[in-house]
């Protein structure tokens, strides 16, 4: 299958091209839908021919424009039901851990504008599709759920090719692919073990980053079982 990418300099914006439209996957903050429809423009895309959306997970950088972009054309929606409240309540969860220090400066920057940042146009979800419907496998797509990142993220699958969302990164200031903010390491840490153990995959394309092999997990889930991450607010214990 063929992929376009329709994002930023930081965010890639994935464009599944299928035998009928395309389907996107994630959107982006708020501020973002004319940038992005300008990208589709220079990619020769229509915005009318996008048939879906897939949601990875509800944070402001994946679903900011989401609201907006229903209004204006009428894609079908994929998501997973567990993040039906947070994407009603249109604010990210912020009660997270941050992997690495540069980040964790940079979260604290980041929630001093915390209407700006991490928070998002609510949402309803009535008429969204649940990926447990299998909507797409006629194109071969294959949506898999997993979590670490936030309690509900969710991966695409198409042939070797797996679209994370932030379940991997791969951008600065991330470190061996961990994602900047994170609710659960050890959670984490279990679903790279579901990837590894998908079959065919071999390639993983991050949100934030450049695509890259697989295999380079498994010693990245070594590097990570012993170094520890920072609580972003002090009420739980690390998790080291």
Known sequence: MKVLNAGSRYFNRYLLVLSD???????????????????LQKLGVRKEEIKYVIITHAHSDHVGFLKEMLADVSPKVIYNPAQKARLEAGKNNIDVFVSNFPSLIGSWGSIMFVDKTQCFPAIKTDSFI?????????YGIELIPLAGHTDADLAVKVGSMLFCGDICMNAFPASAHFPLW???KY?????????????????????????????ELRKDIEVWRTKGVFKLFKKKKNQI
């Open 182 to 184: 994170l609710e659960n």
């Open 187 to 215: 959670v984490l840490l279990e679903n790279w073990e579901k990837i590894l153990a998908l079959p065919d995959v071999a390639t993983v394309y991050p949100s934030h980053g450049k695509p890259f092999d697989v295999k």
């Open 21 to 39: 439209g395309y389907c996107l996957i994630d959107t982006g903050y708020k501020w973002e839908y004319p940038k992005f429809c300008e990208k």
């Open 130 to 138: 649940s990926y447990q419907q299998n909507p797409l496998t006629e």
